[in-house]
């Protein structure tokens, strides 16, 4: 696959302190950033904007329920992305490893990988 179209989901509650980092720090091939706050109640939303993410709201409790929104908002675009990423707002995933993970999606023609 050359030149995929690459979207990250970013699951966030109250990630005010990382998130903006954590967009910074993602590899200039992804297409668009999506964080999906989670009723966070601090600076998560507005820091995300301000690193370039488009940002939602889901306002239902859990991590599941945020990832779910990001699906549901990539699934009524038009042009569906080649690959979708998901990674946490705090670090416990590296961004900068992005493109090591999608590597065998690239190369191998795997559909799924867990990093």
Known sequence: ????????????????????????????LVEEVIVVSNNSTDQTEENARKAGASVLTETRKGYGYACLKGMDYVAAQQEKPDII????????????????????ILQENIDFVIG
């Open 85 to 104: 990423v998901f990674l946490d707002g705090d670090y416990s995933d590296y961004p900068e490893q992005l493109s090591a993970i999608i590597q065998p």
């Open 1 to 28: 696959m050359k030149n995929p179209r690459i979207k990250v989901i970013i699951p966030a509650f109250n990630e005010a302190d990382s998130i903006g980092l954590v967009i910074q720090d993602i590899p200039d």
